[in-house]
């Protein structure tokens, strides 16, 4: 350890400080892995798993050890070197630090209060159990545990079909008091079903069964794995309590396999029994046939939630349904049939129970339902269905309070409150009332008086739910086709200020939601409707400071002289749209054939573009499909399709109303060109668990707005950037791109984006995660009035324009949500010269930090 500390001192260099770092940690390494255990032990370092002389893949050996090594971090076990700075006695050692100079003990309590001397003692035990918690005790070899492991493994292998299966251990010691172990399995031939036969006591359970026999799990001819018993018996459980078996239990279902006990016959005839009920009558157990129950009838009950026992005076009749109401009944009848799967005259079905219970639990209208099957008196292959339902209050009040960062906002704080109107039109309607305040820090505004809080938000959305399909799609041919639909109806407004150019936003939305099971969800957009209105234009060259700082530069260049010239600078807005003007209009000495003139003109397009209210009329429709079963599955994947078009509707009326165009030969309504475009999605998403807390997760995005008709450009709220904590985090939001362009715009965008990201995520300590990244894409202007060929998209040959980022990241995981820091460097940089994009902006000066809340993706 001395020479490594010696040799620290005496080099010098980037490459000597990670030499450096590695050698400390060899030596750390080195000696500390073994420091805690006792002389005649063994610390297990390494475990091999060789499969008919395969190696076995990592996680899987992980599962199958019983006492696998420790952890390990680039080849360093850093769990254990933490577990092993925890001491056995943290008191004892306290006690004897203190008393170990006699005065020391007085010269603190001179210092501190004696009750805080005493809190150290405590602080110091914390801690030590925290380093204990954190750690990993030495994972110690004891050759009960290689037996458990090789048995684990022939259990494993014969589990799969290989009854054959022999497992050899051999224990290596490949350093002092360090053991690796290898276990060489050896399966032999797998097994194989031979003729499945069924025995099954109840007619019609064997009826059901001889129905569905092609689904079955257990085929004839396949290897012999008992997981696909255990679906078997799941799918027959789930396949006779869906038709009519609502009492079904799952220990009726017995499979006998004759297998060979010298091993020697790999056909394995199976059986599978299904038994009676078995039910106890006094002291003899008496075996009642399965039969097909059907629902004679159905009662929904109405309860008062003031009351304990509630007694129904209102009794209404809709179709088969009886619905029974403590009070006077506040629902329509016919909404409350439309949530009831289950059928009268029908075998009973747990899918159906279900669907019950999920749809009544998502109209937020009731509580938790209740649904009860009990044997109808009149009928005994009958029963009579009772769902429960408790409403909830009427009203409710609800606050909120988020922190947050984003690409503009560096730090804000949003406080919320809702209203929810229940039942309000009697059809289990819920009307919401939101409204938000945010305050936020940001260093991208014009602020000339340089508070924290520069920027301001304030909102508000009326938002009505309607858990039903709404003209035009309520009619009997789509009756079948939609799966939990609701129609939403949504207007909302909102006012920024110090944000861009303070702006203030309406939008109108009707919107249908359904879904086709638990995995496809559907969204379309029959009308959305998004009015901007900036309100501060005269504050665009205080915002976007880099187009001022060139025009400005460009005005000095010729030394232009006006009244609206002060300190030669161009006074905000006066002077800068006279400059303008005059430049244009040939007034200035700048010709229309110079470099200056094309730059004012870019200038006066992007101002005209962004200042410019917009008006988009669209209709959108979206697909998503999401395989993720719950939070804890980490083997996934994202399907997400969207595809926007803007304007047709309003442009069309306009022009069947014989509306003339302006002098720029399109369309105005209300003094706003209505935005014309077509704009697609595509956003992939995959998960693959590659071990114990180990998740690589990868991302491809693409999209495009292309602008027609009335448009020649997308507006600024429907474009795309790139950049920042969520895209490619080696650059700042905004800042990648376009194409190879110069990047001279505070808020660079296009109407073209591609996307790659690929993540390997894991756990360093606890909720201490880490992470390793490569992020590519790049945004174009394709298809619309940008003519720039370094910022256009032109072909495949401009796929070489993709910049790539590499990094690596923190996050902690508080539970709720998840704290992100993410360094990312510039590894291949396109808007560089041919011989400077490849790692020539790799430095940890030029490292861009993103802090984020949750994954990016």
Not at 277 to 299: C, F, G, H, L, S
Not at 627 to 633: A, K, P, R, V, W
Not at 769 to 775: E, L, Q, R, T, V
């Amino acid at each position: 350890m001395y020479f490594c500390l010696k040799l620290g001192f005496t080099l010098n260099g980037r490459l000597t400080k990670i030499i450096i770092l590695s050698m400390l940690s060899l030596c750390f390494y080195k000696c500390s892995s073994t420091k805690n255990i006792a002389p005649s032990q063994s610390v297990l370092v390494r475990e091999a798993f060789l499969k008919n002389g395969t190696p076995i893949k990592r996680d899987l050996a992980k599962q199958l050890s019983v006492y696998p090594p420790n952890t390990q971090v680039f080849g360093i076990p850093v769990k254990l070197h933490i577990y092993n700075l925890a001491k056995e006695n943290p008191d004892s050692l306290f006690s004897g630090w203190m008393n170990k100079k006699p005065k020391r003990f007085e010269r603190l309590t001179k210092i501190y209060s004696e009750k805080q001397v005493n809190q150290l003692k405590k602080y110091k035990r914390n801690f030590n159990f925290w380093l204990k918690k954190s750690g990993e005790p030495p994972s110690i070899f004891f050759e009960n545990n290689s037996s458990s492991t090789s048995k684990r493994l022939e259990q494993y292998y014969k589990n799969k079909g290989f009854f054959n299966t022999s497992v050899l251990t051999s224990i290596d010691t490949i350093a002092h008091q360090k053991v690796k172990v290898t276990y060489e399995v050896k399966t032999g031939e797998s097994f194989v079903v031979d003729q499945k036969t069924e025995n099954i006591a109840s007619a019609d359970l064997d009826s059901i069964y001889r129905k569905n026999t092609e689904n079955s799990f257990i085929k004839e001819g396949e290897v012999f794995e008992v997981e696909n018993f255990n679906k078997e018996r799941d799918r027959l459980v789930q396949l006779f309590r869906n038709n009519g078996i609502e009492n079904f239990q799952q220990k009726s279902i017995r499979f006998k396999a004759y297998l060979d006990s010298l091993g020697e016959d790999l056909k394995i005839p199976v059986g599978i029994v299904i038994q009676n009920e078995a039910k106890r009558d006094q002291n003899n157990i008496v075996e009642i046939p399965y039969v097909v129950q059907k629902v004679n009838k159905i009662k929904l009950f109405i309860e008062d939630p003031n009351k304990e026992f509630s007694a129904y005076t209102d009794t209404i009749q809709f179709n088969s349904l009886t619905i029974l109401s403590d009070g006077k009944l506040n629902y329509k009848p016919k909404t409350l049939a439309s949530g009831v799967f289950i059928k009268e005259g029908l075998p009973y079905s747990d899918q159906d129970r279900s669907d019950t219970y999920r749809y009544f639990s998502d109209l937020r209208i009731f509580k938790y339902p209740n649904i009860d099957f009990s044997t109808d008196p009149k009928d005994s292959l009958g029963l009579i269905s009772s769902i429960y339902l408790t409403p909830r209050e009427p009203f409710s009040v609800g606050f909120d309070l988020d922190l947050s960062h984003s690409n503009i906002q560096f730090f804000g704080i949003s406080l919320g409150s809702s209203v929810i109107s229940r039942n309000v039109f009697k059809g289990t309607e819920t009307l919401e009332l939101g409204l938000k305040g945010t305050i936020g820090a940001s260093k991208d505004v014009a602020d000339k008086n340089d508070d924290f809080f520069n920027i301001f938000e304030f909102g508000g959305d009326l938002k009505l739910r309607i858990p039903r399909m709404i003209f035009p799609f309520n009619g009997p041919l789509f009756k079948n086709y939609f799966e939990k639909p609701s129609t939403n109806i949504i207007i909302g407004t909102s006012f920024q200020q110090n944000i861009g150019l303070d702006k203030q936003n309406f939008v109108g939305t009707l919107e249908y939601q359904w879904s086709k099971n638990k995995t496809h969800k559907y969204n379309f957009k029959l009308l959305d409707l998004e009015f901007v209105n900036n309100k501060a234009i005269a504050n665009y060259f205080n915002v976007y400071r880099n187009s001022y700082d060139r025009l400005n530069s460009i005005a000095q260049q010729i030394r232009y002289d006006s009244e609206f010239v002060l300190d030669n600078n161009l006074v905000i807005p006066k002077g800068t749209t006279e400059f303008i003007n005059q430049v244009i209009q040939g007034e200035t000495r700048i010709e229309r054939e110079d470099q200056l003139y094309r730059d004012v003109r870019v200038i006066q397009e992007r101002e005209t573009r962004l200042t410019s209210n917009n008006l988009i009329t669209s209709s959108a429709f979206s697909f998503n499909m999401n395989t993720q079963e719950n939070i804890f599955d980490e083997d996934f994947s994202q399907f997400q399709l969207k595809v926007v078009s803007s304007g047709n509707l309003l442009t069309g009326l306009l022009n069947l109303s014989g509306k003339e165009k302006n002098e720029d030969q399109v369309y105005e309504f209300l003094d706003v060109i209505p935005s014309q475009f077509i704009k697609t999605e595509f956003n992939f998403i995959k998960h693959w668990s590659v071990g114990k807390e180990q998740v690589l997760a990868m991302r491809l995005f693409s999209g495009i707005a292309i602008p027609y008709g009335n448009s020649n450009n997308i507006p600024f709220t429907r474009s795309y950037f790139a950049g920042g904590s969520n895209d490619n985090r080696a650059w700042k939001a905004y800042k990648l791109g376009p194409g190879v362009g110069e990047n001279s715009n505070e808020f660079n965008e296009a109407n073209f984006k591609i996307a790659f990201n690929l993540e390997y995520r894991y756990t360093i300590l606890g909720p201490l995660k880490g992470a390793f990244f490569i992020d590519a894409g790049n945004i174009w202007n394709a298809l619309d009035n940008i003519e720039d060929p370094k910022q256009r998209f032109d072909g495949f040959e401009d796929l070489n324009e993709i910049a790539i980022g590499t990094g690596f990241g923190l996050r902690y995981d508080f539970d709720y949500f998840v704290f992100r820091l993410d360094s990312g460097f510039k590894t291949y940089d396109p808007s560089q010269i041919k011989a400077d994009r490849w790692g020539k902006q790799i430095s940890f000066r030029r490292t861009v930090f993103n802090i984020g809340i949750n994954y990016p993706f």
